[in-house]
C-alpha cells in the first residue's frame, strides 16, 4: 500500500486551506483556494515545532480503504483530512491524501482532537458519485482503521437538468423531492449548479447507525457533492413513511461538506396514512445537498 506520510509536512505547507477562504473545492483532492501556512499553525498539526529539524513521531494513525458499491477502487477518489475542527466548525487545514491504486491509504497524525474525513469525486467516464464525509475524534495512541467494512462512495446513476432561474423540482429515489432555485446556489467551484440528482445509500455504507442515540431510518447522498443554498435554503418533501408508522416522530439531518458536521434541519412526524413525512423547517432548513439523513425521533 502507498503511504501519505503526515510526518515530513513541512513548515510551509502550501495548499492548506480552510471553509473560510477556499468555499470549497474545485478538483478533487485539492483546494480552491490555496495559502501558505504559517509556522504557529503548522507546528500544531505536524508537531515539527520543536526547532531542531527532526521530524516527529505521530501520535496515531488512521488507515483505510475507499471502494465503490461494487466493492472496486474508484477511479480518481479526492480525499482530504481536515481538522482539527475548532469550535466554531472551520478546520485549521484539509490535507490533501493519497489514495492507492487498491483504494487504500494511510495518515500520520501528529495532533490529537476532532477531525474530519472528507471524500469528493468528479464525473468520470459518465460515472456520477455522492461524496462523503465524516467526523473523528483522534486521540494519542489511536490506530484508527476504515478498511473493514471499508469507505464507500455511493454512485449516482441519473441527473435532472436545472433550469438556470426558477424553482426546479428534482425528484430523486425513496420520495425525495428537493426545489432549488440554480441561480441562487453554488457548486464548490462557485458556480451555478446545472443539474442534481441522488440515491439512498445502503445501511451498510453509513458510517454510522444513529444519531445522538437517534436510529437512522434512511440516507439520501446528492451528486454534485456540497450545493449550498447561496440565499435562504432549498425546499424539501419525502412522500414515503420510510416503514415508520403513522405518528412517529422523526428528525431530519444534513452534512456539513467541509467539517463532516450533521445539523438539523427539520423535525416532523409520519402522517396519517404513513404514505410521507410532515416536515418543518429547523434553523436555516436544508442548506447543503450533500447527504441527508432521516432519524426516528
Given at each position: 500500500?502507498?503511504?501519505?506520510?503526515?510526518?515530513?509536512?513541512?513548515?510551509?505547507f502550501a495548499f492548506a486551506c480552510t471553509p473560510a477562504e477556499s468555499g470549497g473545492d474545485e478538483d478533487p483532492g485539492t483546494s480552491s483556494g490555496e495559502t501558505e501556512t504559517t509556522a504557529e499553525t503548522s507546528d500544531t498539526l505536524t508537531g515539527d515545532g520543536d526547532g531542531d529539524g527532526e521530524p516527529a513521531e505521530p501520535i496515531g494513525t488512521i488507515d483505510g480503504i475507499i471502494l465503490d458499491t461494487m466493492g472496486n477502487p474508484l477511479p480518481s477518489p479526492g480525499l482530504q483530512f481536515c481538522?482539527?475542527?475548532?469550535?466554531?466548525?472551520?478546520?485549521?487545514l484539509c490535507i490533501p491524501v493519497g489514495v492507492d491504486d487498491d483504494g487504500g491509504f494511510h495518515i500520520d497524525a501528529m495532533t490529537a482532537g476532532l477531525w474530519s474525513l472528507k471524500l469528493v469525486h468528479a464525473d468520470v467516464d459518465g460515472r456520477m458519485f455522492s461524496g462523503q464525509a465524516f467526523q473523528l475524534t483522534l486521540n494519542e495512541g489511536d490506530a484508527?482503521?476504515?478498511?473493514?467494512?471499508?469507505?464507500?462512495?455511493?454512485e449516482v446513476t441519473s441527473v435532472s437538468a436545472l433550469e438556470e432561474s426558477g424553482e426546479t423540482a428534482v425528484s430523486i429515489e425513496g420520495g425525495l423531492t428537493v426545489m432549488l432555485d440554480a441561480s441562487t446556489a453554488q457548486m464548490p467551484d462557485f458556480s451555478n449548479p446545472t443539474e442534481l440528482g441522488g440515491v439512498v445509500v445502503e445501511p451498510a455504507y453509513w458510517p454510522w447507525m444513529d444519531v445522538d442515540g437517534e436510529a437512522i431510518v434512511q440516507v439520501w447522498g446528492m451528486s454534485p457533492f456540497g450545493i449550498k443554498a447561496k440565499e435562504g435554503a432549498f425546499d424539501l418533501v419525502i412522500e414515503d413513511g420510510l416503514g415508520l408508522d403513522a405518528g412517529a416522530a422523526v428528525n431530519v439531518y444534513e452534512i456539513e461538506k467541509d467539517n463532516g458536521?450533521?445539523?438539523?434541519?427539520?423535525t416532523g412526524a409520519v402522517n396519517e396514512d404513513a404514505s410521507g413525512l410532515e416536515l418543518t423547517a429547523e434553523d436555516e432548513g436544508l442548506h447543503e445537498l450533500s447527504w441527508i439523513i432521516v432519524t426516528e425521533g
Open positions: 500500500m502507498k503511504r501519505a506520510l503526515f510526518a515530513s509536512l513541512s513548515l510551509t481538522g482539527t475542527i475548532e469550535e466554531d466548525g472551520i478546520p485549521k484508527l482503521d476504515y478498511s473493514d467494512p471499508p469507505i464507500v462512495l455511493p458536521a450533521l445539523h438539523l434541519i427539520a
